[in-house]
């Protein structure tokens, strides 16, 4: 069974940055596409940004690109999520999910029902 587990939340000021970490278990993460997402309260829950199971591509949702980076490090089994310039309508539950592995790597998948696992979230607030 794959476990996702996130860090690296929190509060911080508009213009300010955070980074997070997923670190994941129990699956072959190296054969796995990675995201992340986002849910503030009375919203649908938001594509961010998605890496290839190699980390040669990514995608990104329109509201965090030229701000947000992702990445990973297959030897550590964690991908990350680098936030810059941050804003306070970035304030919202993150959330890394895993796809299921595949012999070769494939484009980042945009919606949740392209993962098949889920961390428990962490928390980011942004203030004005």
């Known amino acids: 069974q794959v476990q996702l587990v996130e860090s690296g939340g929190g509060l911080v000021q508009a213009g300010g940055s955070l980074r997070l970490s997923c670190a994941a278990s129990g699956g072959t993460f190296s054969r796995s596409g990675m995201g992340w997402f986002r849910q503030a309260p009375g919203k649908e829950r938001e594509f961010v940004a998605g890496?290839?199971?190699?980390?040669?591509?990514?995608a990104y949702g329109d509201p965090v690109k030229g701000r947000f980076t992702i990445s990973r490090d297959n030897a550590k089994n964690t991908v990350y999520l680098q936030m810059n310039s941050l804003k306070p309508e970035d304030t919202a539950v993150y959330y890394c999910?895993?796809?299921?592995?595949?012999?070769?790597?494939?484009?980042?998948?945009?919606?949740?029902?392209?993962?098949?696992?889920w961390g428990q979230g962490t928390q980011v607030t942004v203030s004005s």
């Open positions: 999910a895993a796809r299921l592995p595949t012999p070769i790597p494939t484009i980042p998948g945009r919606g949740p029902s392209d993962y098949k696992y």
């Open positions: 890496i290839s199971s190699s980390g040669r591509t990514t």
